[in-house]
């Protein structure tokens, strides 16, 4: 095996979140008013953290609020009461992502979840998912001062598992982890089922397309050979 770390992406990546995450959206748009928004447009909201999903439900044409940051934070306050009752409720681990990190462990690779989502709703859902013992070390969205796109949180995350960045395998669903990986120097892989931001995943610049997390410990281990 190539990589001594693998850094992995939570929602989209590990586990199908956007149920949970577009139940308390819509929650936090009823209470302010507003209508609710159907969930694929939602889905397309994800990835650079609930901030900024709250920011985009705000400002989409047929909600029309300001989004000022006093706005913008009011609203994520309501959108957080509501994402602790609905955070796990739902989510699925999709398909692969046992036996990929079996699999990687196997190895002697240590592993590390990279997420956009603060450390408030990420702890409980790794618990409540099954997946907490499998991870070595966890970065949230409020680990580091920037979150990816920035390569700081991957960065941070090799440091916590003392490997040198070159050593290192990310795997993710979108644009944020493309553009934070290639910064950080990282390898990157994606997989074709998360949330792009509505974007074709062929269009990121990355090292390869994998269909889950089984798939990437395959094609990291072919890389070897």
Not at 143 to 152: E, I, L, W
Request: glycine content about 8%; hydrophobic content about 45%; proline content about 6%.
């Amino acid at each position: 095996m190539p990589y001594h770390a693998i850094l992995i992406d939570l929602d989209g990546t590990l586990l199908d979140t956007i149920p949970d995450l577009s139940a308390a959206a819509n929650a936090m748009l009823a209470e302010i008013g507003k209508p609710q928004l159907p969930i694929d447009d939602i889905c397309t909201f994800v990835g650079k953290g609930t901030a900024h999903l709250v920011w985009r439900c705000l400002t989409d044409s047929r909600v029309n609020l300001p989004a000022d940051d006093a706005s913008v934070a009011s609203a994520l306050n309501i959108f957080n009461r509501h994402y602790h009752l609905t955070n796990g409720r739902e989510a699925r681990l999709y398909p692969g992502v046992q036996e990929g990190l079996n699999a990687f462990r196997s190895q002697g690779v240590k592993l590390a979840v990279v997420t956009n989502k603060p450390t408030e709703f990420t702890m409980p859902l790794l618990k409540h998912s099954g997946l907490e013992p499998w991870f070595d070390a966890v970065v949230c969205g409020d680990t580091c001062s920037r979150k990816k796109p920035d390569p700081m949180p991957l960065l941070h995350a090799c440091e916590l598992l003392g490997c040198a960045p070159a050593e290192a395998l990310a795997i993710g669903d979108s644009i944020n982890d493309a553009l934070a990986a290639r910064a950080a120097g990282i390898t990157v892989l994606a997989v074709p089922y998360g949330y792009n931001e509505g974007r074709d995943i062929h269009t990121l610049d990355i090292d390869g397309i994998v269909f889950g997390i089984e798939d990437a410990y395959k094609w990291a281990f072919k890389s070897a050979h």
